[in-house]
Every structure is written in structure tokens, then in C-alpha cells.
């Protein structure tokens, strides 16, 4: 067993956003700390995408929060604050690997492989959810982390702009699938776009819906 896996679960408790988790683990001796989310779990289409993200503690950007509770400008803004001030990594899980090894197993791979990319190694990764990634370092999994740390809230920001501009270009690239609006996720659009066009290669055959499709179509 990692010593991340040894670090155990925790529930965050602090209400709001702040940097006050991550000082207090500083103080302690725990630096440098990553934080670290992913994005796209749920769509039936494209990669997950994780991120991993090392603040600095002299220029936390201001306004940081849950990307879902954030509008595209603001995202966008932050993303462009967070990669010129923080250490950053990005890493996908595309679908091939969803298909083969379950959404869970490629989340955590992709969290893994984001905070093995970081320039420097934490010492301690703060991780969104439940569940811990296989890492070299300590780890612990905040429930609802992503509103309430602010390292965290810059990975989800960061892996959110990162998927979404992934999925513009994979619009362009598959035009009438509308990916560029739903972003895979299964809308009436997608839906629709499926049972019009098929599945494409970059759909997840492993998810009901586009598996049914297949069924169909042989």
C-alpha cells in the first residue's frame, strides 16, 4: 500500500473558500501541495480529464471556487491566472481506456498521471471525492473539495477549460455531433446526433446508451 492510500479519507468541514487547509498543512511541514479534480465522468463522449495543481501561497488567485459554479468567462479568466502563477499538469483518460478499465479505475489513473507530471513532487495531494489515487506521496480525498479548497478548485478549473476546448475542437473535427455545446454529455442533442450519425471513436462503448446504438446498428 502507498503512503497515499495509508494517509486515509477526510471530510472537509470549513465552510466557504480559502487557502486556511493548505497553510495549516504548510505550517505542519507538508510542502509543496498539490491539489488535483477531474472532469467528465459522466458524458458519453471524450476523455476525462484530470488536473493537478501546486499554488503558490504568495499569489492565490482571488475568486476561486467549484468550476460548475463558475460562468465560462470566469473560468477562462482564472484558468489564464492559474497557469501563469501556480504549477500545473494535465492529464487525460480517453475512452479506450474508460472501456477497457471502467470510468472509476481511469479517473484515478488520470489523477495519478497528472500529479506524476508536475514539476515537483508534493509532498501532500488533495484530491475531490472519495477515492485516492495510486501516488507517491501522501493523499487525502476531501468530499466536496472542489468548493471549499482552494488548490483543488484550481485543478477543477483548470481541467474544465482544458476538456471544454478539447471538445470545441472535437466538434470541428466531427461536425453534427454538436460536442462544442453538449460536450458529450447525453442531452436530447447527443441523443439525437447518435441515432443520426452512429457512433464515432471517440464515443464510450462501454456507456448504455452508445453501446445500445452499436446493438442497433448490428
Same mark, same amino acid.
Given at each position: ?7 486515509? /479519507? ?18 505542519? =511541514?507538508?510542502?509543496?501541495?498539490? =491539489?488535483?479534480?477531474?472532469? =467528465? ?59 477497457v478499465h ?26 475531490? $471525492? ?9 493523499? /487525502?480525498?476531501?468530499? $466536496? ?17 482544458? /476538456? ?9 473535427a466531427h461536425? $453534427? ?23 464515432? /471513436? ?17
Amino acid at each position: 500500500m502507498t503512503e497515499g492510500k495509508r494517509a486515509g /479519507r477526510v471530510r472537509a468541514v470549513r465552510q466557504g473558500l480559502d487557502f486556511n487547509y493548505e497553510r495549516e498543512a504548510l505550517a505542519a =511541514g507538508d510542502a509543496p501541495i498539490a =491539489g488535483a479534480d477531474e472532469v =467528465g465522468r459522466g458524458p458519453w463522449a471524450g476523455p476525462v480529464v484530470a488536473a493537478a495543481v501546486i499554488l503558490d501561497p504568495e499569489r492565490v488567485p482571488g475568486g476561486l471556487d467549484d468550476s460548475k459554479k463558475l460562468t465560462a468567462p470566469e473560468r477562462e479568466a482564472l484558468f489564464d491566472i492559474i497557469c501563469a502563477t501556480a504549477e500545473v499538469a494535465v492529464a487525460f483518460a480517453p475512452p479506450s481506456r474508460i472501456d477497457v478499465h471502467d470510468i472509476r479505475k481511469a479517473t484515478l489513473w488520470a489523477i495519478a498521471r497528472a500529479t506524476a507530471s508536475l514539476p515537483r513532487r508534493p509532498r501532500l495531494l488533495l484530491v475531490d $471525492g472519495r477515492d485516492l489515487p495510486d501516488v507517491t506521496c501522501a493523499a /487525502r480525498a476531501i468530499i $466536496g473539495g472542489d468548493g471549499l479548497i482552494a488548490s483543488i478548485a484550481a485543478a477543477s478549473i483548470v481541467a474544465k477549460v482544458t /476538456r471544454d476546448r478539447l471538445m470545441a475542437s472535437l466538434g470541428l473535427a466531427h461536425p $453534427g455531433y454538436g460536442f462544442e455545446r453538449h460536450m458529450g454529455y447525453g442531452t436530447p442533442e447527443h441523443a439525437e446526433a447518435l441515432a443520426r450519425l452512429g457512433v464515432c /471513436r471517440h464515443h464510450r462503448t462501454s456507456f448504455a446508451p452508445v453501446r445500445a446504438r452499436l446493438e442497433a446498428a448490428e
